[in-house]
């Protein structure tokens, strides 16, 4: 094996590891590359680096072509792996049009377990081939009924429930929330149109600024994920729109006077996650419409970023679609991107250290937020 010491690559494995371990993580990749250029036919190697994609590290491009590489040349196991890798990787930053089109090379090796069955469907369903997604789901309800009875797929469940599928536990709850998400959308857009509309993100730059009197006045305010309520001098107090992941996990439920509207993060939620109908409805009746980020936004973001896009990131740039490109300045508030490294987050309340890299590429982001502003924000 090329991890062995003595094969091809050792030392430069042992370095990436070394530096992974310190937070370095581009030098992680360089020496992973080295280790690479030393061992090109090793397709467990090449998986490893493709993986690095979700970090922004890897280009999408080389990832998507390693990933091929190993899906036509690799052994049966490993081939499988990538097979489910380049899907997943395609429809998540082109769509799922630019997914599909490798069903053909990846469908004889992906096996006819449900669940992979299942999420074929819904990749399917999403790139407009609904027929060929409900024949898959027939199919699956035949031979393994159950595996239906929880699908969290919203989109695609919506779809079979509209068609008659029976065994659908989560039919009904499917069609309840999509007119909630609906209902949401159509509030997003109107509140968005009005154009006035403070965007504040979580960065130090508004420590010490006394901004908060300037952000309650505009006539709606957006916040994002664990936002800071105490310090109202410079922060303000009102929220109109909150932008956050769906799970609890780390973004826990809060409580308002007033209800915001909740604008959910992940990429093609609708379609791409396998418990969305479970989350959604584990979101808390009192608050109402609900929205989630537009998939073409997600798609647009990773071309610009070649990485996951931030949740401030991501409400800027949705504001910026309502303001003809660029929101203005007056209305951009605690950005602080520069601040930012690979592994560390900097934000008005503290400095939040993890032992894996940021998906964000902060450097890209900056990049875009100054076109997205065009001049410093308060």
Same mark, same amino acid.
């Given at each position: 094996?090329?991890?062995?010491?003595?094969?091809?690559?050792?030392? *430069?494995?042992?370095?990436?590891?070394?530096?992974?371990?310190?937070?370095?993580?581009? =030098?992680?990749?360089?020496?992973?590359?080295?280790?690479?250029?030393?061992?090109?036919?090793? &397709?467990?190697?090449?998986?490893?680096?493709?993986?690095?994609?979700?970090?922004?590290?890897?280009?999408? *491009?080389?990832?998507?072509?390693?990933?091929?590489?190993?899906? =036509?040349?690799?052994?049966?196991?490993? !081939?499988?792996?990538?097979?489910?890798? @380049?899907?997943?990787?395609?429809? *998540?930053?082109?769509?799922?049009?630019?997914?599909?089109?490798?069903?053909?090379?990846?469908?004889?090796?992906?096996?006819? %377990?449900?669940?992979?069955?299942?999420?074929?469907?819904?990749?399917?369903? =999403?790139?407009? @081939?609904?027929?060929?997604?409900?024949?898959?789901? !027939? *199919?699956?309800?035949?031979?393994?009924?159950?595996?239906?009875?929880?699908?969290?797929?919203?989109?695609?469940?919506?779809? !079979?429930?509209?068609?008659?599928?029976?065994?659908?536990?989560?039919?009904?709850? !499917?069609?309840?929330?999509?007119?909630?998400?609906?209902?949401?959308?159509?509030?997003?857009?109107?509140?968005?149109?009005?154009?006035?509309?403070?965007?504040?993100?979580?960065?130090?730059?508004?420590?010490?600024?006394?901004?908060?009197?300037?952000?309650?006045?505009? %006539?709606?305010?957006?916040?994002?994920?664990?936002?800071?309520?105490?310090?109202?001098?410079?922060?303000?107090?009102?929220?109109?729109?909150?932008? %956050?992941?769906?799970?609890?996990?780390?973004?826990?439920?809060?409580?308002?006077?007033?209800?915001?509207?909740?604008?959910?993060?992940?990429?093609?939620?609708?379609?791409?996650?396998?418990?969305?109908?479970?989350?959604?409805?584990?979101?808390?009746?009192?608050?109402?419409?609900?929205?989630?980020?537009?998939?073409?936004?997600?798609?647009?973001?990773?071309?610009?970023?070649?990485?996951?896009?931030?949740?401030?990131?991501?409400?800027?740039? @949705?504001?910026?679609?309502?303001?003809?490109?660029?929101?203005?300045? =007056?209305?951009?508030?605690?950005?602080?991107?520069?601040?930012?490294?690979?592994?560390?987050?900097? &934000?008005?309340?503290?400095?939040?250290?993890?032992?894996?890299?940021?998906?964000?590429?902060?450097?890209?982001?900056?990049?875009?937020?100054?076109?997205?502003?065009?001049?410093?924000?308060?």
């Amino acid at each position: 094996m090329w991890y062995l010491n003595g094969r091809p690559g050792s030392t *430069e494995l042992q370095s990436s590891r070394r530096a992974y371990a310190s937070g370095l993580y581009s =030098d992680a990749v360089n020496w992973l590359q080295a280790a690479l250029d030393k061992s090109r036919n090793d &397709y467990s190697l090449q998986l490893s680096m493709s993986r690095w994609a979700r970090y922004g590290i890897v280009p999408f *491009e080389s990832a998507k072509e390693m990933l091929l590489n190993i899906v =036509d040349n690799a052994p049966p196991h490993l !081939a499988r792996t990538a097979s489910v890798e @380049l899907l997943n990787l395609c429809w *998540e930053r082109a769509g799922a049009t630019a997914a599909v089109v490798h069903l053909p090379r990846t469908m004889p090796l992906l096996g006819s %377990r449900p669940a992979t069955r299942v999420r074929v469907a819904a990749l399917m369903n =999403d790139a407009g @081939l609904a027929e060929d997604a409900l024949d898959i789901l !027939a *199919e699956v309800a035949i031979r393994h009924p159950q595996s239906l009875r929880g699908m969290g797929y919203l989109e695609l469940t919506v779809a !079979a429930q509209n068609s008659g599928f029976d065994h659908l536990e989560l039919g009904r709850a !499917a069609l309840a929330i999509s007119h909630r998400l609906n209902a949401g959308a159509a509030r997003l857009r109107a509140l968005l149109d009005t154009r006035d509309v403070a965007v504040v993100a979580n960065g130090r730059s508004l420590m010490g600024k006394s901004q908060g009197a300037n952000i309650d006045a505009h %006539r709606q305010v957006m916040r994002f994920n664990n936002y800071v309520t105490s310090d109202i001098v410079d922060l303000g107090r009102r929220t109109d729109v909150w932008v %956050r992941p769906l799970s609890p996990r780390y973004v826990p439920w809060r409580q308002f006077r007033k209800q915001p509207l909740l604008v959910f993060t992940g990429p093609n939620l609708r379609h791409r996650f396998s418990d969305a109908i479970q989350l959604l409805t584990a979101c808390p009746k009192e608050y109402g419409d609900i929205a989630v980020i537009p998939p073409s936004l997600y798609i647009s973001l990773f071309g610009e970023l070649d990485a996951s896009p931030s949740s401030g990131l991501l409400g800027l740039a @949705l504001l910026a679609e309502h303001c003809g490109g660029r929101v203005p300045q =007056d209305q951009v508030f605690g950005y602080s991107l520069q601040d930012n490294r690979e592994n560390m987050s900097i &934000y008005h309340h503290g400095t939040v250290q993890g032992d894996s890299p940021s998906r964000h590429n902060w450097k890209a982001e900056l990049r875009l937020f100054q076109n997205l502003v065009g001049t410093e924000q308060q």
